[in-house]
């Protein structure tokens, strides 16, 4: 009798246990990785640029055509500038000059400078001297009634304009001997300072002659609106560039597909042109504002092009892996 309760009991335990489990929820799969979004859009570049002229002038040459690579700084059409480069060369010139002149103001007076302001005081000491002896032989002779009052003032200006020959001869050797001021040093400076801010002047005027794409990495060639010989004016644009480096999809995707997508996330860009190939690229922008009319949100997918296989302009397919 006893063994029959105790089974009795084991069975209603068992009875119980099952009831209580069959309310409770299953137990959650494991989650499975989210299936690639997949869109469809255009190929763009990654940036246009029109070149413009920025003076009038006569084009020499167009050194590019539609099709041909450009690196920045490559110019793609030349102006006439035979003018700013006679211009840099004076310029250069006036340069230099500046510069020997700092050099021998920082040096000091060479020896043969000294010797030379020597001889120069020497040599006018000695015509002062005889312009002294000339005026006094010059009053016995007026004394005597033998020469005019006229030559005596000849001789005396001649006196005067030689001592002042001496004098300053003087003052030459007496710099010379004390060597350069700290203001003549710096006025010398100041001087190579400004003719270097005209010749780089100068060299910019001449740069405008060479029209060419400043930004980094290579561009293609894709309009020429200039002959060889036809005067244009400033601001004329002349030809344009595509910098096809790195090219980008813009997609506008339903709001609740891209639910939880991130910049970065990785993408690939395929287009039917090219079978089999494709560029490994990321997401760039996400747009935080959903499209009232269409519900939709615009995000952008960038990727290197090497070699320009790719094209802008043409289809393309996106797949974003999240």
Do not use: C
């Not at 060419?212 to 561009?219: P, V």
Request: hydrophobic share 45%.
């Amino acid at each position: 009798m006893e063994r029959v309760k105790g089974l009795a009991a084991a069975i209603l335990a068992t009875a119980l246990l099952a009831a209580a489990g069959a309310g409770a929820p299953p137990p959650a799969p494991a989650e499975e990785g989210k299936e690639p979004l997949r869109a469809a859009g255009f190929l763009r570049a990654e940036a246009h640029l029109q070149l413009a002229v920025r003076r009038a002038g006569l084009v020499l040459s167009v050194e590019r055509l539609e099709g041909d690579e450009v690196g920045p700084g490559e110019p793609v059409v030349l102006l006439d500038d035979a003018e700013e480069r006679i211009q840099v060369a004076l310029a250069r010139n006036d340069v230099e000059t500046a510069e020997i002149n700092l050099a021998k103001i920082r040096s000091g007076p060479r020896p043969e400078d000294l010797e030379r302001a020597k001889a120069f005081l020497a040599e006018s000491q000695a015509g002062l001297d005889l312009a002294e002896r000339t005026l006094r032989a010059d009053i016995e002779l007026q004394k005597g009634g033998i020469l005019s009052d006229l030559s005596r003032r000849r001789s005396e200006r001649m006196l005067d304009a030689a001592k002042a020959q001496a004098e300053g001869r003087r003052l030459d050797l007496v710099l010379l001997e004390k060597g350069s001021r700290p203001e003549d040093v710096r006025l010398a400076e100041v001087e190579v300072e400004r003719q270097r801010s005209r010749l780089a002047q100068r060299e910019l005027e001449a740069a405008r002659a060479r029209i060419a794409g400043s930004r980094e990495g290579r561009a293609v060639v894709t309009r020429v609106w200039v002959e060889e010989g036809q005067w244009v004016e400033a601001g004329r644009v002349v030809a344009e560039l595509v910098y096809m480096d790195r090219l980008r999809v813009e997609l506008d995707l339903p709001g609740e597909s891209v639910e939880g997508l991130a910049r970065g996330a990785k993408a690939a860009i395929r287009s039917p042109r090219h079978p089999g190939a494709e560029l490994s690229g990321a997401v760039t922008r996400v747009s935080p504002v959903l499209d009232a009319a269409s519900g939709t949100i615009r995000i952008v997918v960038e990727a290197d092009n090497p070699g320009h296989r790719f094209r802008p302009g043409g289809e393309a397919e996106v797949e974003i892996r999240r």
